[in-house]
Structure formats: C-alpha cells, structure tokens
C-alpha cells in the first residue's frame, strides 16, 4: 500500500512509468492525480533474485482506490483501477490482490462502503 505518495517523487516517477500499461490494456483508462492525497495504490510485486544474486521485484499488478468523503467524518473507498499484468493473469492475483484492500479498508472505523 503507498499511501501519501504524493511526497515520494521516486515513487511517482516510476508510478507514472507504471501507469502507461493502462492505456494499453484498459480501454478508455486515465491516469489518476498524483497531487491529490485522496488516492491510495495497491501494489502487488514479485521478489525474486537476479543471476548476480542481488533481490529484485518485478510489477504484478496494481488497484488504485480513491477515498471520497461521506458525511459527517466517514470516507467512502471507490476501487478505480485494477491492472494486473498478461502474464500473471487467470492465476487469482486480482482476486487476492482485492480481498486484501477489502480487509484493509475493512479495519478503518471511518470507512462507510467500498464501491
């Protein structure tokens, strides 16, 4: 989870790199405010070592939720993107990947619904 990842220019900067998959592979995908602290990007990784032995990750995926307020104190979590990548497809990455952000969000008293 990379919450306030607006202060993280390294974050966004491979983030945005990240993010052009989309227009590929989602029609009529945008991009999200990388100014606006309200976007919170799940990211799912694999972590594995090079043949120098050094540990690496490789981009599976990721689900970028937005928080809209609700009413008096309460924030309203709408899933907005879901991208995982063809090569980890139909192998249950996206359901697991979405089940943790429900258990996640799930935690937060101030949570009214997920959409």
Do not use: M
Not at 43 to 67: R, W
Request: hydrophobic share 35%.
């Amino acid at each position: 989870v990379n919450q306030n990842f607006c202060d993280d220019k390294k974050f966004v900067e491979w983030y945005s790199r990240l993010e052009t998959f989309l227009v590929f592979f989602i029609d009529a995908a945008s991009t999200i405010d990388k100014d606006d602290p309200n976007w919170v990007i799940y990211l799912l990784y694999q972590q594995y070592q090079n043949d120098n032995g050094q540990i690496c990750y490789a981009p599976i995926g990721f689900i970028t939720v937005y928080l809209y307020y609700a009413y008096p104190e309460k924030k309203r979590p709408r899933v907005s993107q879901v991208l995982i990548l063809p090569p980890y497809q139909r192998k249950g990455h996206g359901r697991r990947l979405l089940t943790a952000i429900y258990n996640d969000l799930r935690k937060d008293s101030r949570v009214q619904d997920i959409t």
